[in-house]
Each structure stands twice: as C-alpha cells, then as structure tokens.
Nanobody
Framework: QVRLVESGGGLVQAGGSLRLSCTAR????????MGWHRQAPGKQRELVAS???????TYSDSVKGRFTISRDNAKNTVYLQMNTLTPNDTAVYYC?????????WGQGTQVTVSS
C-alpha cells in the first residue's frame, strides 16, 4: 500500500495561485507515475496533470499553461503549482500514484476559487 497525503488547498481569489503538495509513504516512489486529479460537485473526476518517474509531464487542456507539476523523488513528494486560478478550478484535488495497473489515492484537498 502507498499512503498519499495532500496539503496546500484553500480559498483564493480568481487570478491567484496555490501550490499543492503530496507526500507519499512508499518504498519505490521514484518508480511510480504520479498525478493530480480533481472532482467538482456533480462532475466526474478528471485528470489534471501527471508526471513520470523521469520527470516528463502531461496536462489536461484546461490547465495547460497555467499549472505545473513537478516531483522531488528524494522527498517522496509531488507538487502542483496552480497559477491564474479561475472559479472553474474549484474542486477537490486528489493525488494519485500508479505503477502498472496498481493505483493509490490520497484523501483529497479542497481548492476554492472565488470570483
């Protein structure tokens, strides 16, 4: 089992920024693809960004150019820097790890963007 703990969520005004962190208790963190997903009320959970063990990122079109995902394997931590936030970014953000078909999820952290 991989334990994932998110932090950094909160309330921010439109146009502002937040940085989310996810720290993993894992013996082989560097081998996992890490990602961030989000789920807004009444909507399906969607992929926001992911990053491979060698640092190659991918982004959803809705956040491309505004969000940056990064990882520090020495600290077993993945980050999501979120800039130019809009109310449409309001959601619970979940940290995710994947190794092959095995996935783990954090408990989520709330991000609320006011207009």
């Amino acid at each position: 089992q991989v334990r994932l703990v998110e932090s950094g969520g909160g309330l921010v005004q439109a146009g502002g920024s937040l940085r989310l962190s996810c720290t993993a208790r894992a013996t082989s963190f560097s081998r996992y693809v890490m990602g961030w997903h989000r789920q807004a009320p009444g909507k399906q959970r969607e992929l926001v960004a992911s990053i491979t063990f060698d640092g190659t990122p991918t982004y959803s079109d809705s956040v491309k150019g505004r969000f940056t995902i990064s990882r520090d394997n020495a600290k077993n931590t993945v980050y999501l820097q979120m800039n130019t936030l809009t109310p449409n970014d309001t959601a619970v953000y979940y940290c995710n790890s994947r190794w092959g078909s095995v996935e783990n999820w954090g408990q989520g952290t709330q991000v609320t963007v006011s207009s």
